[in-house]
Protein backbone atom coordinates (compact mmCIF):
# COMPACT_ATOMS: atom_id res chain seq x y z
CA UNK A 1 0.00 0.00 0.00
CA UNK A 2 1.07 3.40 -1.34
CA UNK A 3 1.62 5.53 1.68
CA UNK A 4 1.19 8.77 0.12
CA UNK A 5 -0.04 9.18 -3.40
CA UNK A 6 -0.48 11.82 -5.99
CA UNK A 7 -2.16 11.84 -8.86
CA UNK A 8 -2.20 12.46 -11.38
CA UNK A 9 1.72 11.84 -11.96
CA UNK A 10 2.00 14.09 -14.72
CA UNK A 11 -0.34 16.79 -16.01
CA UNK A 12 0.12 18.48 -19.33
CA UNK A 13 -1.95 21.71 -19.76
CA UNK A 14 -2.19 25.31 -21.43
CA UNK A 15 -1.76 28.24 -19.91
CA UNK A 16 -4.98 29.72 -18.41
CA UNK A 17 -6.44 26.29 -16.98
CA UNK A 18 -7.08 25.87 -13.87
CA UNK A 19 -6.22 22.72 -12.65
CA UNK A 20 -6.20 20.26 -9.16
CA UNK A 21 -3.58 17.84 -7.50
CA UNK A 22 -4.98 14.98 -5.57
CA UNK A 23 -2.52 14.10 -2.30
CA UNK A 24 -4.23 11.27 -0.03
CA UNK A 25 -2.17 9.57 2.69
CA UNK A 26 -3.05 6.38 4.36
CA UNK A 27 -0.62 6.33 7.84
CA UNK A 28 -2.64 8.46 10.16
CA UNK A 29 -1.04 11.85 9.89
CA UNK A 30 -1.98 14.51 11.32
CA UNK A 31 -0.29 17.30 9.19
CA UNK A 32 -0.09 17.31 5.73
CA UNK A 33 2.10 19.52 2.84
CA UNK A 34 2.79 20.57 -0.80
CA UNK A 35 6.67 21.28 -1.94
CA UNK A 36 7.06 22.80 -5.15
CA UNK A 37 10.59 21.16 -6.75
CA UNK A 38 12.23 23.81 -9.36
CA UNK A 39 13.95 22.76 -12.40
CA UNK A 40 17.58 23.17 -10.50
CA UNK A 41 15.67 20.36 -8.18
CA UNK A 42 15.31 22.78 -5.44
CA UNK A 43 12.54 21.86 -3.03
CA UNK A 44 10.48 24.75 -1.49
CA UNK A 45 7.50 24.83 0.79
CA UNK A 46 4.05 25.92 -0.39
CA UNK A 47 2.03 24.77 2.12
CA UNK A 48 1.35 22.95 5.34
CA UNK A 49 -1.54 22.14 7.07
CA UNK A 50 -3.21 20.20 9.92
CA UNK A 51 -6.51 20.44 11.24
CA UNK A 52 -6.04 23.55 13.12
CA UNK A 53 -3.52 25.37 10.90
CA UNK A 54 -2.58 26.51 7.35
CA UNK A 55 0.38 28.21 6.74
CA UNK A 56 1.19 29.84 3.69
CA UNK A 57 4.73 30.44 2.10
CA UNK A 58 4.02 34.18 2.01
CA UNK A 59 6.12 33.67 -1.63
CA UNK A 60 3.22 31.19 -3.14
CA UNK A 61 0.88 32.84 -5.36
CA UNK A 62 -2.66 33.26 -4.52
CA UNK A 63 -3.16 31.82 -7.67
CA UNK A 64 -2.54 28.33 -5.68
CA UNK A 65 -4.82 26.90 -2.93
CA UNK A 66 -4.46 23.97 -0.84
CA UNK A 67 -8.34 22.10 0.03
CA UNK A 68 -8.43 19.37 2.79
CA UNK A 69 -11.57 17.95 2.93
CA UNK A 70 -10.65 15.38 5.62
CA UNK A 71 -6.97 14.44 7.76
CA UNK A 72 -6.11 12.15 5.09
CA UNK A 73 -6.38 14.15 1.74
CA UNK A 74 -4.70 17.52 0.90
CA UNK A 75 -5.41 18.54 -2.86
CA UNK A 76 -3.67 21.61 -4.64
CA UNK A 77 -5.58 23.90 -6.83
CA UNK A 78 -4.08 25.87 -9.35
CA UNK A 79 -6.24 28.78 -11.23
CA UNK A 80 -4.93 30.49 -13.98
CA UNK A 81 -1.73 28.56 -15.11
CA UNK A 82 1.24 30.11 -16.23
CA UNK A 83 4.28 29.03 -17.69
CA UNK A 84 6.22 29.05 -14.37
CA UNK A 85 3.86 26.82 -12.40
CA UNK A 86 5.58 23.99 -14.56
CA UNK A 87 7.50 22.22 -12.16
CA UNK A 88 7.44 18.91 -10.00
CA UNK A 89 5.06 19.43 -6.83
CA UNK A 90 5.48 16.61 -3.96
CA UNK A 91 2.84 16.42 -0.89
CA UNK A 92 4.15 14.92 1.67
CA UNK A 93 2.65 14.36 5.11
CA UNK A 94 4.03 13.63 8.90
CA UNK A 95 2.61 12.62 12.37
CA UNK A 96 4.09 15.31 14.30
CA UNK A 97 5.49 18.73 13.80
CA UNK A 98 8.30 18.06 16.11
CA UNK A 99 11.52 16.66 16.75
CA UNK A 100 9.66 13.13 15.90
CA UNK A 101 8.17 14.38 12.76
CA UNK A 102 9.60 12.50 10.32
CA UNK A 103 7.97 13.36 6.64
CA UNK A 104 7.21 10.72 4.29
CA UNK A 105 6.38 11.74 0.20
CA UNK A 106 4.81 11.09 -2.38
CA UNK A 107 5.98 10.21 -5.69
CA UNK A 108 5.75 13.80 -7.29
CA UNK A 109 3.51 15.35 -9.94
CA UNK A 110 5.02 16.43 -12.82
CA UNK A 111 3.31 19.85 -14.08
CA UNK A 112 4.04 20.78 -17.49
CA UNK A 113 2.42 24.38 -18.54
CA UNK A 114 2.25 24.72 -22.25
CA UNK B 1 16.75 33.18 8.31
CA UNK B 2 17.47 28.66 8.05
CA UNK B 3 20.28 28.12 5.18
CA UNK B 4 21.10 24.17 4.66
CA UNK B 5 23.87 23.66 2.32
CA UNK B 6 24.92 20.65 1.04
CA UNK B 7 28.77 19.52 -0.82
CA UNK B 8 29.43 18.63 -2.72
CA UNK B 9 26.80 19.12 -5.10
CA UNK B 10 28.03 16.24 -7.32
CA UNK B 11 30.73 13.07 -6.38
CA UNK B 12 31.66 9.98 -8.35
CA UNK B 13 32.86 7.31 -6.66
CA UNK B 14 33.93 3.49 -8.03
CA UNK B 15 31.65 0.33 -6.56
CA UNK B 16 32.97 -0.65 -2.85
CA UNK B 17 34.50 2.52 -1.34
CA UNK B 18 33.45 4.66 1.81
CA UNK B 19 32.08 7.99 1.53
CA UNK B 20 30.96 11.03 2.95
CA UNK B 21 28.26 13.55 2.43
CA UNK B 22 27.95 16.54 4.15
CA UNK B 23 24.75 18.92 5.07
CA UNK B 24 25.25 22.09 7.02
CA UNK B 25 22.96 24.57 8.35
CA UNK B 26 22.85 28.20 9.81
CA UNK B 27 20.20 27.92 12.64
CA UNK B 28 20.80 25.26 15.22
CA UNK B 29 17.38 25.83 16.19
CA UNK B 30 16.01 22.40 14.77
CA UNK B 31 13.92 20.00 15.24
CA UNK B 32 15.28 17.36 13.48
CA UNK B 33 17.33 16.62 10.10
CA UNK B 34 15.90 14.18 7.53
CA UNK B 35 18.19 12.27 4.95
CA UNK B 36 16.24 11.76 1.77
CA UNK B 37 17.15 9.90 -1.28
CA UNK B 38 15.50 11.48 -4.89
CA UNK B 39 16.22 8.47 -7.89
CA UNK B 40 15.57 10.47 -11.43
CA UNK B 41 12.31 11.26 -12.04
CA UNK B 42 11.06 9.35 -8.64
CA UNK B 43 9.57 10.62 -5.55
CA UNK B 44 11.24 11.31 -2.55
CA UNK B 45 12.42 8.54 0.12
CA UNK B 46 13.33 8.74 3.70
CA UNK B 47 16.32 7.49 4.79
CA UNK B 48 17.24 8.27 7.90
CA UNK B 49 16.09 10.82 10.45
CA UNK B 50 18.06 12.31 13.56
CA UNK B 51 16.04 13.59 16.15
CA UNK B 52 17.62 17.30 17.32
CA UNK B 53 19.19 15.86 20.93
CA UNK B 54 20.28 12.46 19.13
CA UNK B 55 24.31 12.75 17.58
CA UNK B 56 23.28 10.26 15.15
CA UNK B 57 21.08 7.38 13.66
CA UNK B 58 22.38 3.94 11.28
CA UNK B 59 20.52 2.41 8.92
CA UNK B 60 21.77 -0.71 7.02
CA UNK B 61 25.11 0.66 5.31
CA UNK B 62 24.07 4.31 6.13
CA UNK B 63 25.17 6.21 9.04
CA UNK B 64 23.65 9.87 9.66
CA UNK B 65 25.28 12.08 12.38
CA UNK B 66 24.59 15.55 13.67
CA UNK B 67 26.52 18.24 15.06
CA UNK B 68 23.56 20.63 16.17
CA UNK B 69 25.82 23.23 17.59
CA UNK B 70 28.12 23.60 14.35
CA UNK B 71 25.56 22.89 12.36
CA UNK B 72 26.27 19.93 10.25
CA UNK B 73 25.06 16.77 9.51
CA UNK B 74 27.11 14.15 7.77
CA UNK B 75 25.74 10.93 5.91
CA UNK B 76 28.09 8.51 5.67
CA UNK B 77 27.65 5.35 3.07
CA UNK B 78 30.03 2.26 3.84
CA UNK B 79 30.84 0.01 0.52
CA UNK B 80 29.13 1.98 -1.50
CA UNK B 81 27.14 -0.01 -4.51
CA UNK B 82 25.96 1.26 -8.14
CA UNK B 83 22.41 1.05 -6.66
CA UNK B 84 23.17 3.75 -4.12
CA UNK B 85 23.72 6.17 -6.66
CA UNK B 86 20.95 8.79 -6.56
CA UNK B 87 20.13 12.71 -5.97
CA UNK B 88 20.74 12.86 -1.30
CA UNK B 89 18.91 15.55 0.19
CA UNK B 90 18.89 16.66 3.77
CA UNK B 91 16.70 18.62 4.92
CA UNK B 92 16.16 20.54 8.56
CA UNK B 93 12.49 20.78 10.15
CA UNK B 94 13.38 24.23 12.03
CA UNK B 95 11.05 24.92 15.34
CA UNK B 96 9.34 28.05 13.93
CA UNK B 97 6.95 26.74 12.04
CA UNK B 98 6.17 23.34 10.72
CA UNK B 99 8.73 23.43 7.79
CA UNK B 100 11.13 21.31 6.03
CA UNK B 101 14.10 23.63 4.76
CA UNK B 102 16.20 22.02 1.80
CA UNK B 103 19.44 21.63 0.40
CA UNK B 104 20.34 21.14 -3.02
CA UNK B 105 21.02 18.17 -2.80
CA UNK B 106 24.16 15.63 -3.75
CA UNK B 107 24.03 14.02 -6.94
CA UNK B 108 26.13 10.53 -6.09
CA UNK B 109 27.19 8.35 -8.80
CA UNK B 110 28.78 4.88 -7.92
CA UNK B 111 30.62 3.34 -10.96
CA UNK B 112 30.39 -0.37 -11.24
Known amino acids: DTAVSQTPKYLVTQMGNDKSIKCEQN?????MYWYKQDSKKFLKIMFS???????INETVPNRFSPKSPDKAHLNLHINSLELGDSAVYFC?????????????FGQGTRLTVV | KQEVTQIPAALSVPEGENLVLNCSFT??????LQWFRQDPGKGLTSLLLIQSSQREQTSGRLNASLDKSSGRSTLYIAASQPGDSATYLC???????????WGAGTKLIIKP
Open chain 1, 27 to 31: LGHDT
Open chain 1, 49 to 55: YNNKELI
Open chain 1, 92 to 104: ASSQAIGAFAEAF
Open chain 2, 91 to 101: AVRADSNYQLI
Open chain 2, 27 to 32: DSAIYN
